[in-house]
T-cell receptor, first 116, second 110 residues
Framework: GAGVSQSPSNKVTEKGKDVELRCDPI?????LYWYRQSLGQGLEFLIY????????KSGLPSDRFSAERTGGSVSTLTIQRTQQEDSAVYLC??????????????FGPGTRLTVT | QKEVEQNSGPLSVPEGAIASLNCTYS??????FFWYRQYSGKSPELIMS????GDKEDGRFTAQLNKASQYVSLLIRDSQPSDSATYLC??????????FGDGTTLTVKP
């Protein structure tokens, strides 16, 4: 079946512009996660959705970052007034449910964001 | 202390050898443990999950869990150059979010 998809695959934007990154999880997966990975670094957790609600937003680095999920499916991560330090690969993952064996996460291919 | 710690490596083994990757975690109530493989420039890929103490084998991969010692490991037998990647350990304590280690980079030399 189809995996997690993300768009765009690459995004180059000017400092100060807003960007929207999209994630389409695996069908039937109720949990959705956003991560950020800078070059050569580990995964940085941003936000977790269970259904349409976000019980854990603790990783969002500033109020310039926001995310929403509608219909329990597609999620959008929005970065306002982008800064050069926002340059990274943004990864989305989904899992079947938020409990037990259902925590297995499947990752999308990522969006590489470059802020010039 | 980080919640999930891995040897940063790099770890280098000859082709055909056993590669041993280690991970320790701090939350004693952790329930679910995962190993992901990430090739350079690619996204992480789930390779093993383990939930009970002991060993779990899948092909050339064996995951080992010791909850008393708060330790989980991944053994790769008959290592191949195609196993060269960064391996991420992830731990879940039942709160929805998994915590990832920073990864161990493995190089298998032909």
């Amino acid at each position: 079946g189809a995996g997690v998809s993300q768009s765009p695959s690459n995004k180059v934007t000017e400092k100060g512009k807003d960007v929207e990154l999209r994630c389409d999880p695996i069908s039937g997966h109720t949990a959705l996660y956003w991560y950020r990975q800078s070059l050569g670094q580990g995964l940085e957790f941003l936000i977790y959705f269970q259904g349409n609600s976000a019980p854990d937003k603790s990783g969002l680095p500033s109020d310039r970052f926001s995310a929403e999920r509608t219909g329990g499916s597609v999620s959008t991560l929005t970065i306002q007034r982008t800064q050069q330090e926002d340059s990274a690969v943004y990864l989305c993952a989904s899992s079947l449910r938020g409990g037990g064996a259902m925590y297995e996460q499947y990752f999308g291919p990522g969006t590489r964001l470059t802020v010039t | 202390q980080k919640e999930v710690e891995q040897n940063s490596g790099p770890l280098s083994v000859p082709e055909g050898a056993i590669a041993s990757l280690n991970c320790t975690y701090s939350d004693r109530v952790s329930q679910s443990f995962f190993w992901y493989r990430q090739y350079s420039g690619k996204s992480p890929e789930l390779i093993m999950s383990i939930y009970s103490n002991g060993d779990k084998e899948d092909g050339r991969f064996t995951a080992q869990l010791n909850k008393a010692s708060q330790y989980v490991s991944l053994l790769i037998r008959d290592s191949q150059p195609s196993d060269s990647a960064t391996y991420l350990c992830a731990v879940n304590s039942g709160a929805g979010k998994s915590t990832f280690g920073d990864g161990t980079t493995l190089t298998v030399k032909p």
